[in-house]
């Protein structure tokens, strides 16, 4: 039943007139059962008992095993989460932030846009401010404050009613491109809903709450004041938010995020006591992907096929994850790949695994090939923010030790809202730095591609998509100190209409392929903004801060479709995409022989893209057999004249000069001799050039 407005009224009437201060110094076993402190924050005392932590019906992956818990000391929580008003007094200068977004605008409304480290330093200042424990909650502990004593999925039961719905959906907030509905702005004043039977107010749904833990598995067996493990990427929050899906905000639904991360849906709710003296849990076994890494520098690393003969093999699965898999890898679709060649001869491919692609549960999976092994091994979890989507990954190896690995943070689910977090690792993936976010505002053009490189001048390039669509460009991101400080150039340059000869201040399409010419300017290539029914082509001379427009020589691409633009360690640029589905492309053999062939080919240019002399389709050709591409390829066949039909591709090149490129599902192993053998382009005028 809904509380009215007077009723509420009348129910705070009687708490205040219940309520005590807390004696200066009072020990945590002598709490009051309800209690305002020096800044109006009301508490109400939670006493010790047991529950089952997690969900095992209907719950996700990470909620299990469902274990007992033991809470053995009673605490006081705050019977609703830290308003504007309260943190202010703490942090005058966040009532800045007041409104960001249209949320949390008045002096009672739930406070966001605070980091995990934000929340620490408030109850840290309160503490000393009235010489008392005030904490934030261990996960633990707000679980089993939020059930109150119940079972079910939500504290009223198995359903949630409707006065806790604020905006329940997969929300595209704050991209404007979206429905106005999507990005519905709600009130979050604190206290409006009914409380659970032990007092406390929004534990479900209105803003997401930091908790102490670090994020990491559950283990099996009755635990006593778990505190979480030791260390971990991510800091836990809980209770779900507005923006979001109803089922994330059940009881045991676990949610994290990087501790440095802020949005508008994570704020935070304290308590009282002191911390349980429980030793953390150890840090979380490292995945497949990571386990006995070799260090040492294989002797034959740049011994090569001979370069003058043609080299080919493939194609070859290399996402390998069990049938029915249900998180966190997810058997159901598997897409959006970077690769990199490690410095011990590894190649380490990741990629996004989920049920949905704009769903929270999207993660960052990733397998590793071993030095001198045929086979990649099976995919194991590589990176993920719990219930956060993770759009999307990139690569780039420095060519001495250091791995960069880029990606994606949404402030919840899609694509939409994402900052850009950087990971290195200096020791062939075996161990990374914690994500550090380089573009922390949760927004567009945050999107990392896989086409990362350094110039000639030593800056890291970062193409990011700048728009959520499938078309509307990608911008740069540069870092000229090896990635300690990153740039926006064009932040502020013109806004591109894509048409020939136009100039702007994004890349024409998205997903874009970047590479340096030798005169120091930048050429790319991307998915959509077609110019005259071509794909676009798109040149900046000043490093990024504008791009001039123009049709290329190739088709253009789409849905489930992504190029590969890069230098060859030989010279030549190499360009790989697909031919039209239908009308697919003519080359010319040797023989002087025209033949149609369809999907994925590469293209060579030996004069800086001004021409495209060589082209070929990217099969062993042979007899016509049917292969799955998975993402969002499926089933194809491939022969002499069909390759694979879409796929987002990635690619490295080896020391020992062979070109590694997979798709979605594919891998595939040729060197430049094999790319020149055979076939050519047939001749025709080719629009465009730098």
Known sequence: MKRTGPAILA????????????????????LPERFVNSIGMDFVRIEPGSFLMGQEEDGDWDERPVHKVNITTPFCMAVTEVSNAQYEQFDSEHRKLRGKLGFSEGDNDAVVFVRWYDAAGFCEWLSKKENKPYRLPTEAEWEYACRAGTTTAYHTGQTLPKEFHKNVRMSWFPDSARSRKDAEVVPLTVGQTRPNSWGLFDMHGNVEEWCYDWYGSYEQGEQGDPVGRADGDFKVTRGGSHGTELRYLRCANRLGTLPEDKSWLIGFRVVLGQMPKTRPLAVST????????????????????DPKKAYFKGPREYVKIPPGSNGPMYSKHNHDPALVDCANGDLLAIWYSCRSEPGRELTIL????????????????????????????AFWYDGQKTIYHFNGLSAGATWGSLATVMRVSTDSGARWSKGRLINPEHGLRHMPVESVFRTREGFII???DGVTGGSGGTNIHISRDAGVTWANPAAEGPRPNFEPGATGNLIAGIHAGVVQLKDGS????????????RMPMSISRDMSRTWTYSASPFPPIGGGQRLILRRLQEGPILFVSFADRKKGMMLIDTAGNKRQVYGMFAALSFDEGKTWPIKRLITD?????ELDGGGNTGRFVMDETHAEPKGYLAATQTPD???RLISSKQYYV?????????VQAAKAKEPGGP
């Open 11 to 30: 129910i705070c009437l009687l708490m205040l007139l219940s309520r005590s201060t807390l004696p200066e110094g009072l020990p945590s076993g002598r």
């Open 286 to 305: 490292a995945p497949l992907n990571r386990q006995n890494v070799k260090q040492q520098i294989p002797a034959d690393l740049t011994k090569s096929p």
């Open 366 to 393: 990733g397998s590793r090939l071993r030095y001198g092994s045929e086979r990649w091994e099976p995919a194991s979890v590589f990176w993920g923010a719990p219930d956060r989507n993770d759009h999307a990954p």
């Open 462 to 464: 970062l193409p990011c």
């Open 522 to 533: 930048l050429m790319a290539f991307g998915r959509g903004n077609n110019i005259n029914g």
């Open 621 to 625: 050709g042979g007899p016509a057999r």
């Open 657 to 659: 000069g062979l070109i």
């Open 670 to 678: 040729f060197n430049l001799a094999w790319l020149k053998q055979g």
